[in-house]
């Protein structure tokens, strides 16, 4: 599943476990290039937002439909020859799968970061469904992915701006904008 870099992807996955900046990093990475963003978490059925807020992690089974609508979307956009940012954990290799499914304009960004970095980040979030007693779980899930995904990986301990040029470098596009210098993901 080889990239072209002279080829633009129709869909960039932003992964990472909760409070890697997933949801920061996309927005602004499609302002960037001009894509639309989705939020994966509204793919969630409501039975997933009520486990994850009772604090209760997620299994593959409960993953599943809601990788499944994600996937769904990113057949859409891409059909539509739009181009989308998709902010998702895509913990597991296996949940990637199910995202990309062999597609090879379809990419992986990996928002790479400590525990403790995170951890700090999601002491300080309000009004998120997904409490910081789950972080364990999510790094204890997490399988970084591979070099046979071809991913993006990057630093998180860095503005948002900074963060965002290092991707759309590692694309080999040409960052439009660098107006979030100094706002760090949280």
Known sequence: MASDPARM????????????????????????LSFCYEDGD?????????????GQPLTDEDRRPWLQAIADEIDRVCAAGRHAVIACSALKRAYRDILVHGRSDV?????????????????????????????????????????GEHPITVSIDAPVASIVDDIVHQLRLSPTRSD????NPS
């Open 9 to 32: 992807p129709c869909a960039l996955i932003v992964m990472g476990v909760s409070g890697s900046g997933k949801s920061t990093i996309g927005d602004e990475l499609a302002t960037r």
């Open 42 to 54: 509204k793919f969630h059925p409501a039975g997933n937002v009520a486990k994850m807020s009772a």
């Open 107 to 147: 990419r992986i960004i990996f928002l790479d970061g400590t525990h403790d970095l995170i951890a700090n980040r999601l002491a300080q979030r309000k009004h998120h469904f997904m409490p910081p007693e789950l972080l364990a779980s999510q790094f204890k899930t997490l399988e970084p992915p591979d070099a």
């Open 180 to 183: 979030a210098a100094g706002r």
